[in-house]
């Protein structure tokens, strides 16, 4: 499957953006999404994740309660709202999937087999 994120851009904290995740090649919906974000200088982390239907999903710490992950199979999109942006959340974000039909969830960037291109997320203080 190939994958295309997009919705990055520049924001003050406190501010929203929504990123999408476009899949094409495969039938997305047998496929478990994650995002991943990489700041300058640090390594790739998780952010969050969505299985194959949407009915589990999982955050890192550092999100839960500020961002939200869904998805439209319909459209073959994933999506990841991202509410209260601190600073911190300043990075690369990815989108990644992985052919999965299960009741799991993914964190480990490892699991994920495909990968989108990444888009800027900065939140300016």
């Known amino acids: 499957v190939q994958l295309q994120a997009s919705g990055g851009g520049l924001v003050q904290a406190g501010g929203s953006l929504r990123l999408s995740c476009a899949a094409s090649?495969?039938?997305?919906?047998?496929?478990?999404v994650g995002w991943f974000r990489q700041a300058p200088g640090k390594d790739r982390e998780f952010v969050a994740t969505?299985?194959?239907?949407?009915?589990?999903?999982y955050y890192a710490d550092s999100v839960r309660g500020r961002f939200t992950i869904s998805r439209d199979n319909a459209k073959n999109t994933v999506y990841l709202q991202m509410n209260s942006l601190k600073p911190e959340d300043t990075a690369v974000y990815y989108c990644?999937?992985?052919?999965?039909?299960?009741?799991?969830?993914?964190?480990?960037?490892?699991?994920?087999?495909?990968w989108g291109q990444g888009t800027q997320v900065t939140v300016s203080s």
């Open positions: 090649g495969r039938t997305f919906s047998n496929y478990a």
């Open positions: 990644a999937a992985r052919l999965s039909v299960s009741y799991y969830y993914y964190t480990n960037a490892a699991d994920f087999g495909s």
């Open positions: 969505i299985n194959w239907n949407a009915g589990i999903t």
